[in-house]
C-alpha cells in the first residue's frame, strides 16, 4: 500500500498538480497511514526520486522539483504537529541568497527539502546582506548559514560568503555556527567553496541535507 501511495503521489507531482499530490496524502491518512510515514514513505522519497531524476537523465525539470519542495514544506508543516511523538529535529539553519543576488528559486527547493527532512529553516530571503545572516543565525540559534548563490560574482563578491565568515571569525562564533554554500558557481569549481570561506557545499538538496547534518553533528561533538 506504501508504495502505491508512493507511486501516484510521485505521478502527481511529476505532473505538477498540487491538488492531486495533496488528495494522494489526505487518502493514505484515512487509510491509516501515519503522519510520520507520510513525511518519511512518501514524501521524502518522492523528492528523492525527483532529485534522481534531474541529475542522471534530464526527466525532471526545475520547475517540477520546485513544485515538489513547495508541496513537501507544505505537508510537513501540516503533518509534523500531528506526530504521536515530537520528532527530533536536525537542527537549525538560516539560509537565504547573497547580497547582490536576487534568484530564490534553489534556495526554496532546498528549504522544502530541508523542512522534510526534520530542519528548521528560518528563510531570511533574497539579497541579503552578510550582517544579517550572522544576526539571525545569533537570534533564532541556528547552528548553520546557508548561503545560496547563482553568480559568480555574487558567490566570491566582498558582501558574499567571504564576509560571513570574517564576521562570524570576528564574533568568536567559528566553533559554533558553520557555513554551507549552493549554487551554480560551485558546480563548475570544486574548490570554490573553501575559496569563499565555506565549509561545504552540496550539488543537490537531499545532499545538501546530509551536509548540514553533518556539520551539526561537528557542533555538537
Known amino acids: 500500500m506504501g508504495d502505491a501511495h508512493l507511486s501516484a503521489y510521485y505521478d502527481a507531482v511529476f505532473d505538477t498538480d498540487r491538488d492531486r499530490a495533496l488528495a494522494v496524502v489526505k487518502r ?13 514513505t512518501i514524501v521524502v522519497p518522492c523528492m528523492e526520486k525527483m532529485i534522481g531524476g534531474m541529475m542522471t537523465d534530464s526527466l ?3 520547475s517540477q522539483h520546485f513544485l515538489a519542495s513547495q508541496i513537501a514544506e507544505e505537508v510537513a508543516d501540516t503533518l509534523i504537529p500531528r506526530f504521536k511523538t515530537a520528532p527530533e529535529m536536525q537542527g537549525h539553519i538560516v539560509i537565504g541568497t547573497s547580497f547582490g543576488d536576487f534568484h530564490g528559486l534553489g534556495k526554496k527547493i532546498v528549504s522544502g527539502c530541508l523542512r522534510a527532512k526534520m530542519f528548521q529553516v528560518t528563510d531570511v530571503g533574497i539579497n541579503v546582506r552578510p550582517e544579517r545572516f550572522v544576526e539571525e543565525a545569533l537570534a533564532v540559534g541556528a547552528q548553520v548559514i546557508g548561503i545560496s548563490s547563482m553568480m559568480v560574482h555574487t558567490a566570491v563578491g566582498e558582501h558574499g560568503p567571504r564576509r560571513v565568515r570574517e564576521l562570524l571569525r570576528e564574533q568568536g562564533l567559528e566553533d559554533r555556527i558553520r557555513i554551507v554554500v549552493g549554487g551554480a558557481p560551485y558546480r563548475f569549481h570544486d574548490t570554490l567553496y573553501r575559496e569563499v570561506g565555506a565549509d561545504a557545499w552540496g550539488v543537490t538538496a537531499i545532499e545538501g541535507a546530509d551536509v548540514i547534518a553533518r556539520l551539526i553533528r561537528e557542533i555538537r561533538s
Do not use: Q, W, Y
Not at 493514505?28 to 518519511?40: K, N, Q, R, Y
Open 28 to 40: 493514505a491518512l484515512d487509510e491509516g497511514v501515519s503522519p510520520e510515514e507520510v513525511i518519511f
Open 60 to 62: 525532471v525539470t526545475l
